[in-house]
């Protein structure tokens, strides 16, 4: 073991030969890579730092560091939800769809970014690990195979109505507990660019004729 290779002897005032200390901080440099290295956690999940720089008291940076985590979560599954669909689509609007799905999973891959680094801002801990995200997301998990169209895009859409559920609430309480920087991010990154996205998605559910307009009811009844 490198560890082991590394703790160097030397001589102490007496003339013994003593070990040097086994502790990392005492290891000379080397060019040697110390792989498969493990240690406690230096933060606690759910705990936030000081962070007295930020001017906002704990209690407040533990509520909303909880709450952006909720809408992480939920952000990082309705990512993956587009990409998903992007690799699933199938049909006659193959090509519209399989770009839109795309185009809306880098957007959702910026919103990510910008809450979890928000939390960390907080002096919070991000969820990261797809293990973590499937325990705490509100959004339906869908089956492994391909599924029609109406339905994947049924599943953006119930996606994207939980995320503006609650991503208003957080607004309004954000606004309350006095956090503008949470309220500005949750209201211009988060809550704008999913309520654009649904509204794109939401129109591939209307039931429009693409060749052939549908008759009047007075010519219809004749
Ligand atoms: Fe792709």
Not at 98 to 115: C, P, R, S, T, Y
Not at 170 to 179: H, I, N, P, T, Y
Request: charged share 25%.
């Amino acid at each position: 073991m490198a560890f082991i290779i590394n703790a160097a002897s030397k001589e102490d005032k007496e003339g013994t030969m003593v070990k040097r200390s086994s502790s990392p901080n005492h290891n000379p440099a080397t060019a040697e890579p110390r792989v498969h290295q493990r240690g406690r956690e230096t933060q606690r999940y759910g705990s936030v730092t000081h962070a007295f720089h930020l001017e906002l008291e704990e209690p407040v940076r533990l509520e909303m560091t909880e709450q952006l985590n909720q809408l992480l979560a939920d952000s990082m599954t309705l990512r993956d939800l587009y990409k998903k669909s992007h690799w699933q689509v199938a049909g006659p609007t193959f090509y519209q769809l399989h770009l839109l799905f795309d185009k809306h999973f880098g957007e959702q891959v910026e919103i990510v970014d910008a809450i979890a680094e928000r939390i960390q801002l907080l002096g919070g801990v991000a969820l990261a690990m797809a293990p973590d995200v499937a325990e705490t997301t509100q959004i339906e998990r869908p089956p492994r195979g391909r599924e029609e169209v109406p339905v994947q895009i049924s599943r953006l859409l119930d996606a994207h109505q939980i995320i503006i559920r609650d991503s208003r609430k957080l607004a309004e309480r954000s606004s309350k507990l006095g956090d503008q920087g949470t309220n500005d991010l949750v209201v211009s990154e988060v809550l704008r660019p999913n309520e654009l996205q649904s509204w794109f998605i939401s129109e591939h559910l209307v039931n429009s004729p693409l060749v052939y307009a549908t008759e009047e009811t007075s010519k219809a009844a004749d």
